[in-house]
């Protein structure tokens, strides 16, 4: 939220919790967009939480909505408009997803406008998309952990755009994320011990307090893709830009 909070800040922003018991607009249509953040669900359990949120974004797409998300967003969008998801089988993505490539689509959309032909970005998650929706959808970028790392879901009067990574992710909110596996990180050979956790921790969260510290970003070998918040948060931006204020402006508010 700080992120959006940050490119938008004449922005009116109300948060919901599909899950919870009347916490839901009563017109969608009155939002200018909707931005799905990440969340621990898992998409392809059957239980109360998934079947609430992608039900509100069945209606997001039904309103004609714009709208984005990241991860579990992501997931909760594809499986909203019919595709599916699925645990990783090569593992998690922690910390960085590295080499982004954008699709011949991906490369002309503007939802990457201003990305490399390969980049890195902020990345904590197990499950990824197995299959993009039968219709409406164009895969914008993947990697070799997950094929889809960036869609475009057009369904009912909606569009959809989101990513598998967190451009919304400050560093020290991703050093945060990596401690909080860090058993999991050990157990599955990714780390030697806690400390080597820790110590990767740490500096996600130098490089998020000194950006320039060219030190640092070689160490954790990236460059300003990640080092730097504006390009962190470059879909965050296209989105704000291309997709939700020419809707906004088709309807009279701009």
């Known amino acids: ?111 990457l406008e201003g990305r490399p032909a390969a980049f890195d970005a902020p990345a904590v998650h197990g499950d990824e998309v197995e299959a993009l929706p039968p219709e409406g959808a164009t895969r914008l970028a993947g990697n070799a952990a997950s094929p889809v790392q960036a869609a475009e879901i057009r369904c009912g009067a909606g569009t959809f755009w989101g990513v598998q990574y967190h451009p919304e992710l400050p560093l020290d909110q991703l050093a945060q994320a990596i401690r909080r596996q860090k058993e999991g990180l050990v157990e599955r050979g990714l780390a030697r011990s806690e400390a080597d956790v820790e110590a990767q921790a740490g500096l996600f969260e130098a490089l998020g307090r000194e950006p320039d510290r060219l030190d640092v970003a070689w160490r954790l070998g990236v460059d300003r893709e990640v080092a730097e918040g504006a390009r962190r948060s470059t879909e965050l931006r296209n989105a704000l830009r291309h997709l939700v204020e020419p809707a906004r402006a088709r309807r009279g508010r701009g």
């Open 1 to 111: 939220m700080d992120a959006l909070r940050a490119l938008a800040p004449d922005a009116r922003f109300d948060i919901f919790r599909p899950g919870e018991p009347g916490r839901l607009p009563q017109a969608l249509d009155a939002y200018d967009g909707v931005f799905l953040s990440g969340s621990p669900l898992h998409v392809y359990h059957d239980n109360h939480e998934v079947r609430a949120n992608v039900d509100f974004m069945r209606a997001v797409f039904d309103a004609g909505v714009p709208s984005f998300g990241s991860c579990a967003g992501l997931h909760i969008a594809v499986a909203a408009a019919g595709g599916t998801v699925r645990r990783n089988p090569d593992g998690h993505e922690v910390g960085l997803a590295r080499r982004i490539a954008p699709t011949p689509e991906g490369a002309r959309h503007p939802l």
